[in-house]
């Protein structure tokens, strides 16, 4: 029996919400409070000044919460963290930012977003180093109820930590449920 790759199966899960747009053909009106979190894999590389590692994959994460502006504009708090333990080390990357997410249409179902935050990376037992972060994104609300949504997303987060120039990134591939 074959096993899906987390890239295997996030790429499914697409495929399966792109075509569930058929049955899910509700208006998407944006109001009020939302909240959503999602699931996926993430792709984790870093560099510093004069050194540069070879990206490595593992399970990551999102939590968003916030309100809305108007029907193209929602404005809020996310949360995203990628996770690794391996030979005795647990690797932990992530970032709190506020974010503004854009809809180009009013009652579109593509958004971006853009962010600015804090950025965390820990190789334990040593301590956390923080510092600078950003995050961008784009993603895509399946409307499935009157006010919740399957979110495939992509979202990108950087930041700049510890003392000595060191930078991280996340490439996240993620599916999420959205209430709003």
């Not at 495929?15 to 109001?31: E, I, L, P």
Request: one cysteine or more.
């Amino acid at each position: 029996m074959r096993v899906l790759r987390p890239p295997s199966a996030i790429f499914a899960a697409l495929v399966v919400v792109g075509t569930s747009a058929a049955w899910a053909q509700q208006a998407q009106v944006r109001q009020g409070f939302w909240i959503g979190f999602g699931l996926g894999w993430g792709s984790l590389g870093q560099s510093c000044n004069g050194c540069r590692t070879d990206r490595i994959g593992a399970a990551s994460g999102y939590l968003k919460i916030g309100g809305t502006l108007g029907p193209r504009v929602l404005l809020g708090g996310e949360i995203s963290a990628w996770n690794k333990s391996e030979a005795g080390t647990t690797t932990t990357a992530g970032n709190v930012s506020f974010a503004a997410f854009y809809y180009p249409q009013a009652a579109g179902r593509i958004f971006v977003k853009g962010g600015l935050g804090l950025a965390m990376f820990q190789e334990q037992p040593a301590d956390p180093a923080m510092g600078l972060g950003l995050t961008f994104g784009i993603g895509y609300d399946v409307r499935v109820g009157r006010n919740v949504s399957i979110t495939p997303v992509a979202n990108f987060t950087w930041g700049r930590v510890g003392d000595f120039g060191s930078r991280v990134d996340v490439l996240q591939l993620a599916v999420g449920i959205t209430f709003h």
